[in-house]
Nanobody, 122 residues
Framework: QAQLVESGGGLVQVGGSLRLSCSAS????????VGWFRQAPGRAREFVAA????????YYGDSVKGRFTISSDNANNTGYLQMNSLKPKETAVYFC???????????????WGQGTQVTVSS
């Protein structure tokens, strides 16, 4: 069974940057896609980005295009989310997850990490 652990969250000022990491163990390569989602208090879980580990294709939510970059280091079973020009409304818990295909709906993802808090202060 694959397991995921996120890290890299924290407090950043508006316009700042953070790099999140997602470390996988177990059998992560039974899945093809790593996705990132975020969830603010009282709100639904929102798709942020996904990457196909086989071909490298990337997918982004409309609100983060041009500012966030998803990547992976397959040799080390680690995924990354580089976040630039952060906004206060992007304060949320950020999760990584595994899926067989690059869905944008959270219910299609099978394995989830525990999440890492990102707080953007104004």
């Amino acid at each position: 069974q694959a397991q995921l652990v996120e890290s890299g969250g924290g407090l950043v000022q508006v316009g700042g940057s953070l790099r999140l990491s997602c470390s996988a163990s177990g059998r992560p390569f039974s899945y093809n896609v790593v996705g990132w989602f975020r969830q603010a208090p009282g709100r639904a879980r929102e798709f942020v980005a996904a990457i196909n580990l086989r071909g490298g294709n990337t997918y982004y939510g409309d609100s983060v295009k041009g500012r966030f970059t998803i990547s992976s280091d397959n040799a080390n079973n680690t995924g990354y989310l580089q976040m630039n020009s952060l906004k206060p409304k992007e304060t949320a818990v950020y999760f990584c997850a595994l899926s067989p295909t690059p869905y944008t709906r959270p219910e299609e993802y099978r394995v989830w990490g525990q999440g890492t808090q990102v707080t953007v202060s104004s």
